[in-house]
Nanobody, 122 residues
Framework: VQLQASGGGLVQTGGSLRLSCVVS????????MAWFRQPTGKEREFVTA????????LYEDSVKGRFTISRDNAKNTVYLEMNSLKPEDTAIYYC????????????????WGQGTEVTVSS
């Protein structure tokens, strides 16, 4: 299983970005997908996750109402729509895959993308 994240960039406060993560490998729908982020000098933190079917999602409190995770199992792709961005959202964003149900803990995810950088200017 290989993950390729893209879509990061520089955006002003209040702006929007859409991240994508394409997953290669069979049975994509059996994998829960998640996004994590790591601000410079800080620990990696959970952002959001989605079940294999897409029917269930989980969000970290600080992004609720602003970020939306979704997936297209026909395209083996998971998305992160980020709106109303704030400077504190600045980080490297990573997509991750886990067989079966999603978890909040990064140690639970066996497969990781390379990260895509998001910078929100004030």
């Amino acid at each position: 299983v290989q993950l390729q994240a893209s879509g990061g960039g520089l955006v002003q406060t209040g702006g929007s970005l859409r991240l994508s993560c394409v997953v290669s490998g069979p049975t994509f729908r059996r994998y829960a997908m998640a996004w994590f982020r790591q601000p410079t000098g800080k620990e990696r933190e959970f952002v959001t996750a989605i079940s294999g079917s897409g029917a269930s999602t989980l969000y970290e409190d600080s992004v609720k109402g602003r970020f939306t995770i979704s997936r297209d199992n026909a395209k083996n792709t998971v998305y992160l729509e980020m709106n109303s961005l704030k400077p504190e959202d600045t980080a490297i964003y990573y997509c991750a895959a886990r067989y079966d149900a999603y978890r909040r803990e990064d140690i639970s995810y066996a497969y990781w993308g390379q990260g895509t950088e998001v910078t929100v200017s004030s």
